[in-house]
DNA sequence: TTAGAATATGAATAAGTGTTCATATATTCT
DNA sequence: AGAATATATGAACACTTATTCATATTCTAA
């Protein structure tokens, strides 16, 4: 494999790329952050709580989880930093962290001609 | 677990969430989507093709991997419509498919305070 | 401080996924 | 047409990850 080497252009173009390519950190990073917006239970989280913060079992009535499984999904987004927690007495109460993450839903349902 | 129901508020809420669910189809898609750009071999890739199209031979060498496993990528990222293919005579040419990719990402650098 | 309720977590299992290796397909050149 | 080149693909293996079940933690109320 030699590429389209008539275009010795884009071995700059390559070259470029290689070296302004963000380092393996920042990668891993944003990495992480889509995938925790990657899966579809966790999806269904970021939309519930696009009406409203939430606690866990009203969470779980929205997506129509169990309780276990929400909270194991609620700390992956957490730990992504999508969602923010806050202890109202006896409740945890959750919320969409800023709003990144609204643009981003609405980025990508414009991309995909989705409606929401 | 019966919820923070001093809040019968929140009840309505979860429902009001419940039914603006958005449909089973269009979760999968968006997370095909999102599953498609959060892994770092394939984030690799969207950052190098940031710097303009570019043939299988010279992605490869910006994000130092092998042809086969880039191969493999590319396919999930057309798949999800994240890149275009392109013919050029022996080579085929792969972009982003669109704006909103380039503003996914940037968000999301943004939200992480990346300096790409 | 003890009981009860809401949420979190550890272990186990099942399903999904990335890479490698070998090979197939498609295009160009002679 | 045949050889050479660029890219794609199938199978296999290692690794990751989502869910379930059981249990732990943290708070409130009495």
């Known amino acids: 494999m030699k590429g389209c080497e008539h275009e010795a252009l884009h071995d700059d173009l390559a070259e470029r790329a290689r070296q302004s390519m963000p380092d393996d950190e920042s990668i891993l990073s944003l990495a992480a952050a889509f995938k925790a917006i990657s899966e579809p239970s966790r999806l269904k989280i970021l939309f519930a709580l696009r009406q409203g913060e939430m606690c866990v079992y009203h969470i779980t009535r929205a997506v129509g989880s169990t309780q276990s499984a929400v909270s194991h ?5 957490r730990e992504g930093h999508i969602i923010r927690a806050r ?3 006896q409740n945890i109460v959750y ?3 800023d709003a990144h ?8 349902c414009e991309h995909l ?3 929401f």
Not at 73 to 77: E, G
Not at 101 to 108: H, N, T
Request: proline share 0%; with cysteine.
């Open 73 to 77: 999904q609620l700390r992956i987004l």
């Open 87 to 89: 202890r109202d007495g």
């Open 95 to 97: 919320s969409l962290a």
């Open 101 to 108: 993450v609204v643009a981003v839903l609405a980025l990508a």
């Open 113 to 115: 001609n989705c409606a």
